[in-house]
């Protein structure tokens, strides 16, 4: 069955970097955008990234822009995001997530923390 | 941005009663190619979230036909006819119309 598998979070620094990955499994994932999106502790939802399925463009929240990096390896099945510069807001839930414009499967991981602090 | 907002943002419901939530966008969600990209997404307690509807009012694969999305341009709403225990949770609204993808803050369903 589709299957999405976040795994890289962790506790890091202030101005720290971290690289979180998305194993994905179940669909042919080279055919499919896919997007990050993550939720601070007991807040709600906040899209973060989208790459599309050849990683020839990619779009950002404002929050993440230049911080921030989606990336792809499509013969790897992985999703990656490189995050620079972190900061404590930056702390959260980190989900991959496959959600198609119209019809079809969609997937979400079960998402790996993220803690910024010292 | 996009500014999505939902109303209300709690919403206490008896079994087997109605319920309706508003989302309401900054700017129209009709895309240049006439489809208008509105989704609604539901996180249970503890769980990743899950969509429900897409493009307004089209229900994903495996959902009860008691949920049923509505609207356009820049008002929507999702109703649920008969709310069921397993319905509480938080729903999102979210607009793929206009990058960056917004959600709206959420709505806690909880039973009364």
């Known amino acids: 069955q589709v299957q999405l598998v976040e795994s890289g979070g962790g506790v890091v620094q202030p101005g720290g970097s971290l690289r979180l990955s998305c194993a994905a499994s179940?669909?042919?994932?080279?055919?499919?955008?896919m997007h990050w999106v993550r939720q601070a502790p007991g807040k709600g939802l906040e899209w973060v990234a989208f790459?599309?399925?050849?990683?020839?463009?990619?779009y950002y929240a404002d929050s993440v822009k230049g911080r921030f990096t989606i990336s792809r390896d499509n013969s790897k099945n992985t999703l990656y995001l490189q995050m620079n510069s972190l900061r404590a807001e930056d702390t959260a839930v980190y989900y991959c997530?496959?959600?198609?414009?119209?019809?079809?499967?969609?997937?979400w991981g079960q998402g790996t923390l993220v803690t910024v602090s010292s | 941005d996009v500014v999505m907002t939902q109303s209300p943002l709690s919403l206490p419901v008896t079994l087997g009663q109605p319920a309706s939530i508003s989302c309401r966008s900054s700017?129209?969600?009709?895309?240049?190619?006439?489809?208008?990209?509105l989704n609604w997404f539901q996180q249970r307690p503890g769980q990743s979230p899950r969509r429900l509807i897409y493009k307004v009012s089209n229900r994903d694969s495996g959902v009860p036909d008691r949920f049923s999305g509505s609207g356009s341009g820049t008002d929507f709403t999702l109703k649920i006819s008969r709310v069921e225990a397993e319905d509480v949770g938080v729903y999102y609204c979210m607009q793929g119309t206009h990058w960056p993808w917004t959600f709206g803050q959420g709505t806690k369903v909880e039973i009364k």
């Open positions: 700017q129209s969600l009709v895309y240049s190619d006439g489809n208008t990209y």
């Open positions: 790459i599309r399925y050849d990683g020839s463009n990619k």
């Open positions: 997530a496959k959600v198609p414009y119209g019809s079809g499967t969609t997937c």
């Open positions: 179940g669909f042919t994932f080279s055919s499919y955008g």
